[in-house]
């Protein structure tokens, strides 16, 4: 009986001896009242006089509400459904501060975003997430502090408007769609007629230029072939003049020049009375040298 009794003290003794593990913590009551939290770590209660009440997670919770029907300022009927992200920061409030606190953070989320969305239009509605969101962070947090909770984020995760608003929004957005769509077309074009536009004149330019050139090259091709042969030909009769021909050279060369000049462009001869003399001959080729530099 003896050895009973201690093994029962023992059993007691040990399941008295409490392990909080890490990110949690123990709400203790003492005949009914609240006595203490307990954190993380190794504690003792006393048998039969101390009981846990609740054990509380502090980690954060994430909840997805389900969707709520709400009404926008210009009477159009929708279904948003929200995310809320909370954490618990004092487990005594948590524990007696509201019962079914999940309830009560689900009833309070859909009654803010009534509030809020009552107050938008459907454009502002579907276009200002991030003012909901804040909005109603804020208010949340306020609402459940005396829970001992704190609402870190609220996220709306989707908007789902009637069919009949669905339609007409798929058809503005196809629209607009086209619309750009025609817009990029035409800039395209438009682009395409100016390059096309720029590289014809840009050719037209280098053309004129090509042919300016090969003009400018010619005639002076021209003018130089001009100079060389009036240079020889100068100098032919300089040569004559400093070899002092006889007269039957000279008269041969004079039929020469008359042949080609009979074969040029002269259209008038000066032909001396007495072809053997030597200066009326000089005096005839002079003549005719001076006719075709004129010409």
Same mark, same amino acid.
């Given at each position: ?161 009637? !069919? ?25 074009? !438009? ?61 041969? !060369? ?13 259209? !008038? ?27």
């Amino acid at each position: 009986m003896g050895y009973a009794l201690i093994i029962l003290v023992i059993i007691i003794i040990i399941t008295c001896i409490k392990i909080v593990p890490q990110s949690r913590a123990f709400v203790i009551e003492r005949l009914g009242s609240y006595k203490e939290t307990w954190d993380t770590g190794l504690h003792f209660k006393i048998p039969f006089i101390d009981k846990i009440s609740s054990k509380v997670i502090l980690k954060e919770k994430v909840r997805d509400f389900e969707p709520q029907s709400v009404i926008t300022k210009d009477n159009v009927t929708m279904k948003i459904d929200t995310v809320v992200y909370f954490q618990i920061t004092d487990p005594k409030l948590f524990t007696y501060g509201v019962e079914y606190p999940i309830s009560a953070i689900e009833n309070l989320t859909a009654t803010t975003l009534r509030n809020i969305i009552g107050d938008l239009e459907l454009d502002e509605t579907l276009t200002s997430r991030d003012t909901i969101n804040a909005k109603m962070c804020i208010i949340l947090d306020e609402a459940t502090d005396p829970w001992g909770i704190k609402v870190n984020r609220v996220e709306v995760k989707n908007i789902i408007p009637p !069919k009949d608003i669905q339609d007409a929004m798929e058809k503005q957005m196809r629209a607009e769609r086209e619309r750009r769509e025609s817009i990029l077309r035409a800039e395209g074009d !438009k682009k395409a007629a100016i390059l096309r536009a720029e590289g014809e004149k840009e050719s037209a330019i280098l053309v004129a230029e090509a042919r300016k050139e090969a003009q400018i090259k010619e005639a002076q091709g021209e003018a130089e072939a001009i100079t060389t042969v009036k240079k020889a030909e100068a100098e032919g009769i300089k040569y004559l003049k400093d070899a002092k021909a006889d007269n039957a050279v000279l008269t041969l !060369k004079s039929y020469e020049t008359f042949a080609r000049v009979a074969d040029g462009q002269s259209t !008038k001869i000066i032909v001396p009375s007495n072809i053997q003399d030597m200066a009326s001959l000089l005096t005839s080729a002079s003549e005719i040298m001076k006719k075709k530099e004129e010409k």
